[in-house]
């Protein structure tokens, strides 16, 4: 049972507790909202909660305040807001299918790598790297582009954001490997 409520892992509780919200959005009747307002709801909805992935760590740091259920708890958080934007954004043919798939994919195997390799006792081995915090950034900012959906004269955020979740593919692959690299000795 959980004994105290940090504000690290009530920010992380707070990303879980967006997701259905920041889906509820594109269910909204026009009526209601209309696609450029429920664009720009959502893109702020996913800017906040990846913003607090960003916090929640930094202030675990700073705070002392980190838990082992945090360290749990902040992957599944972070692994549900981009799972649900680009099954979102893939519904709204926004992105290519082929993106989506392969990170999550990518999102679930090396999250079952690193419960194997913690069960074997070396968590070390695929503890987060550079190339992983690269993937994240990327992700999240073709997601924030796609989901803003502004066509203007001279700036398409779809155009961009498709750039941008290409290159997140990429080093996607790239960081589902290094992981797995680290872990070849168990294999």
């Known amino acids: 049972m959980l004994k105290k409520m940090t504000i690290p892992l009530l920010l992380t509780w707070i990303r879980i507790f967006l997701v259905p919200i920041f889906i509820g959005i594109y269910y909204l009747p026009d009526a209601w909202l209309s696609m ?3 664009n720009l709801l959502a893109t702020s909805v996913f800017v906040f909660a ?3 992935d960003y916090l929640d760590g930094y202030l675990a740091r700073l705070l002392k305040q980190e838990t082992s259920f945090g360290a749990f708890l902040d992957p599944v958080a ?8 680009l099954v979102m954004l893939v519904n709204m043919q ?10 999550i994919i990518r999102e679930i195997a090396v999250s079952a790598l690193r ?8 968590t070390k081995s695929v503890a987060v790297a ?13 997601i924030a582009l796609l989901l803003f959906d502004y066509h203007g ?4 955020t779809n155009y961009i954001g498709n ?5 997140a593919v990429v080093i996607t692959v790239i960081s589902m490997f290094y992981y797995l690299k680290q872990a070849k000795k168990h294999f």
């Open 36 to 38: 450029v307002n429920k």
């Open 50 to 52: 990846a913003f607090t």
């Open 78 to 85: 972070d692994k549900a807001i981009v799972a649900a934007s």
């Open 94 to 103: 926004r992105t290519f299918v082929f993106a989506a798939i392969i990170i």
């Open 115 to 122: 419960e194997w390799m913690a069960q074997l006792g070396d």
């Open 130 to 142: 550079y190339v992983g915090k690269l993937k994240t950034s990327l992700q999240m900012l073709a």
């Open 153 to 156: 004269s001279f700036i398409n």
């Open 163 to 167: 750039f941008f979740m290409l290159l």
